[in-house]
């Protein structure tokens, strides 16, 4: 994958993470402070746009990806700015400065974003966070590599566990951020941070295939 790729796949997940915002907000409004999907999508978009207009700060894949980290950061607001923000920066850290993306640096990247946003927010897997979306997802992407597969097939993968991932909080009872002062009202609902990963993840599949919109 190459710069132009990286900014397709902002480009995209901005596109899904503004047709669901509605839904987004709603699932954040039963177990958390009802603004996931405005701030998500205004982050998004905020990136978007910075991507388009600065083109000397976005010649590597890697530098698409630390601006994206810097505008959801800035941009975002509430708790969803810091975390999806440090994802995007620590990934980008890890591509570095090449400008061709292979299948298994990808997978490296997707693991630093992982890391990244436990370390920030010293969650677990079963915690019902967006890292029960990101955290299969990342395992599977680097079992399709591990197979043999190339870059569609693993970000196919990827986006497949993930929502399957998202799936898998419902049952759960959230042990992090403002959900975790709920307690069992909790179970019952999807994680919306493990929703808008799941597209995120789902935006990359569609590049990675050249489904793009």
Known sequence: MDTSAFQAWVHEASLLITEHATRLTELDSAIGDGDHGINLRRGFQ????????????TETPGAVLRTV???????????????????FR?????????????????????????NGIQQLGAAQLGDKTLLDALGPAVVAYQAAVGEGGDLAAATRAAADAAERGLAETIPMLARKGRASYLGERTIGHEDPGAASTALIMRALAMVAAGETS
């Open 90 to 114: 620590q990934a980008g850290k890890a591509l570095g400065d090449v400008t061709e993306v292979d299948a298994v640096l990808l997978g490296s990247a997707l693991e630093a974003a992982f």
């Open 46 to 57: 905020a990136a978007d746009d910075m991507i388009e207009k600065s083109e000397s700060d």
């Open 69 to 87: 980290g810097r505008a959801l950061i800035s941009k975002t607001g509430g708790a969803s700015g810091p975390i999806y923000g440090t994802g």
